[in-house]
């Protein structure tokens, strides 16, 4: 055939328009790693004692100081803030990698963990174990120690997301309404277990339980970090691999399919991811709302929605929120503390509708 | 190519291809027409491998249903009928994607790649642009040019031939861009690359397709050489209305007329 060949003739099509967010990206994650340090530097420096990072420097050259204020300022900083506020940047972070999977999973910016009801799951999962732990597992329950919460928080997210998904996809597509009623359903639902599960409860449980669902990061130490952690990181650490099975999901399962992308597997390792990171998340913090909304899709407003970006991009920026809003929650009322819950839902809160009137087309369904 | 022998496939309880025998050379541009809801794109999506099915499928001597999705990523590009995307991707973005498939991985030429794909569909610049807000044709084009991309050579350097799967690739275009998109299949089959492509256009398939099979209730009602099929006869049958074929003086190809119903 000659036809292809007598293209000359034709004229071009117009010229495209640039696109600012695709020049950009190579520049956002420097730039988001580099404001990520600043604020858990500036956050561990705030709070309600005034040891600063200069005197934590010289505490640590044991330089012009005298012995008891070096002790002080030595447990504030390194017993006290540092596990807090790397705690709120791991906890911002795995909520905000995990919004951007479900995202991506469901094929819908409007997903969160919070939201879906995943948290929910998850914080049942926990109120299990302090409830019922020493029952179901007997010696196993102290053995398993600060390890407990997480891995149980893991399987009610697992539980969750897997639930969520049966119920709100169907051949690859997603109703965005059943996605949030189900979350309002799997709230209900691990409310009234909650409750009946406090009735349950000896004084101690009770204890452990109020001071667990508090929801803030007040109450970190190194041990319940590290049990955290070895839940979280391996959620967090599979999210990279999910990229270009996400990126080639958002054009549907058939043309994922038709790409290469074993479907099962990257929904199987898609839903664990989530439920690790936010498990693992919940049993720390209680639960902290509209991370997992917001900053993917800032990052998507900023360079675009290519998931290989946008997956540690969103972790960054949500890890660096959280430590942020923390400094203000510990600050703005100083010496008292205000739930950082508050301030991510007075932020988050607005956010989120102007992302549902954005997305009123969808909706409509 | 591929071989079929009784394929049947049923979705939702329904039987929507029944035992269908059929035979895809490399080398050829196969066509499939026929009225809407014939079958045509079930057909093609178990051809993909999408679809459950009974009786034989064999692609390149081996049964469909045991290749991997990369292994059919590596041999066969498809291009759906329709395709929705769920986040605001770059035109460059939705095309890259065809290049990471099959183990490729990152492609220092990525840019290149990209930018050569879709100066042949004809959207040179549209690279920056956001996918969501191309018009149909555009959006059909774009496609197009992220399969080019997954398979970018009608035969590999083993020798083996690779196969595209096109779905009305030309429903939304206009005529000068189904001539394009119609050359470049074209062009894929005579360098020995295998094409089936969906069509509606019976003269266009006239003009560019080998071989014609044409669809009706889920069965394959006739298959050959398009010359050969595309008779009065024939298409009466399978469409249901009154047609004319006259043929085109110098080449001999066919041109269908359609006849008042009256
Ligand atoms: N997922 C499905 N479930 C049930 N029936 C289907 C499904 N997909 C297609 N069909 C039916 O199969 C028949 C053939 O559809 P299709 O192959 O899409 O037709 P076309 O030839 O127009 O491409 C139609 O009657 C359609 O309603
Ligand atoms: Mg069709």
Redesign the interface.
């Known amino acids: 055939?000659t036809?292809?060949n007598d293209?000359v003739g034709?004229d071009?099509?117009p010229?495209?328009?640039?696109?600012a967010g695709?020049r950009l990206a190579p520049l956002v994650l420097p730039l988001l790693l580099g404001i990520s340090i600043v604020s858990v530097a500036f956050s561990v420096t705030v709070g309600a004692s005034d040891a600063s990072l200069l005197s934590l420097l010289k505490a640590f050259a044991g330089y012009g100081m005298e012995a008891t204020a070096l002790d002080r300022d030595r447990i504030v900083l390194l017993e006290l803030r540092l596990p807090r506020v790397l705690m709120g940047f791991l906890v911002g972070a795995s909520l905000a990698v995990s919004g951007a999977v479900m995202q991506g999973l469901f094929?819908?910016?409007l997903a969160d963990p919070g939201l879906t009801g995943v948290s929910s799951g998850a914080s049942l999962g926990a109120v299990v174990a302090i409830i019922l732990g020493d029952r179901l597992l007997g010696t196993l329950a102290p053995a398993l120690g600060s390890l407990l919460l997480p891995l149980a928080a893991f399987f009610g997210g697992l539980a969750s997301t897997w639930l969520l998904y049966r119920v709100a996809t169907e051949g690859g597509r997603t109703s965005v309404a059943i996605l949030l009623l189900s979350g309002i359903a799997l709230a209900a639902v691990t409310g009234a277990v909650t409750g009946f599960l406090i009735f349950l409860a000896d004084d101690r449980q009770l204890r452990d339980l109020t001071f667990w669902s508090m929801g803030s990061l007040a109450a970190t130490s190194w041990p319940k970090l590290a049990a955290a952690l070895l839940i979280m990181l391996p959620g967090l650490a599979v999210a990279p691999f999910l990229a270009?099975g996400l990126?080639?999901?958002?054009?549907?399962e058939?043309?994922a399919?038709?790409?290469?992308?074993?479907?099962q597997r990257l929904k199987i390792t898609a839903i664990a991811s989530v439920a690790a990171a936010t498990g693992a998340a919940v049993a720390l913090s209680g639960g902290i709302g509209f991370v997992g909304i917001v900053a993917p899709h800032l990052i998507?407003m900023a360079i675009?929605?290519?998931h290989r970006q946008l997956l540690p991009a969103a972790g960054l920026l949500g890890g660096a929120l959280l430590v942020l809003a923390d400094s203000a929650a510990r600050t703005l009322a100083a010496p008292a503390e205000l739930p950082i819950g508050i301030l991510t839902a007075a932020a988050g809160g607005p956010f989120f509708l102007w992302i549902l009137l954005k997305n009123r087309a969808r909706l409509a369904v | 190519m591929i071989e079929a022998q009784g394929l049947t496939v049923s979705l939702a309880g329904r039987t929507v291809l029944q035992s269908i025998d059929l035979s895809i050379s490399a080398g050829r541009l196969t066509a499939i027409a026929g009225p809407n809801g014939s079958g045509k794109s079930t057909l093609l999506k178990t051809l993909a491998g999408e679809l459950r099915h009974t009786g034989r499928l064999d692609l390149m001597g081996e049964p469909l249903s045991r290749c991997q999705p990369e292994t059919l990523a590596a041999l066969r590009g498809v291009l759906p009928q329709s395709s929705e995307v769920a986040f605001p991707f770059t035109v460059a973005d939705i095309v890259g994607l065809g290049l990471e498939t099959g183990g490729a991985g990152y492609r220092s030429d990525a840019a290149a790649r990209i930018g050569a794909a879709l100066d042949r569909v004809g959207l040179s610049g549209f690279g920056p642009r956001n996918y969501l807000e191309l018009s149909g044709g555009e959006q059909q084009r774009t496609q197009f040019a992220r399969v080019l991309c997954q398979i970018p050579k009608a035969v590999a350097e083993d020798g083996t031939p690779r196969l595209l799967l096109l779905d009305e690739p030309v429903a939304s275009l206009d005529i000068r861009h189904q001539l394009e998109i119609m050359s470049i299949a074209r062009n894929f089959a005579e360098e020995g690359g295998a094409v089936v492509a969906v069509m509606h256009d019976l003269n266009l398939t006239a003009l560019f397709a080998d071989e014609l099979l044409l669809m009706r209730d889920g069965r394959l009602v006739v298959s050959g050489p398009t010359a050969a099929v595309v008779t009065d006869a024939i298409l009466e049958k399978v469409y249901g209305c009154r047609l004319r074929v006259n043929a085109v003086p110098p080449a001999g190809v066919p041109f269908v007329l359609a006849q008042c119903a009256g």
């Open positions: 055939m036809l292809a293209r034709f071009r099509e010229a495209a328009q640039g696109n695709a094929r819908n910016p270009r990126n080639a999901l958002a054009l549907g058939s043309a399919f038709h790409m290469g992308i074993r479907l998507r675009g929605p290519d």
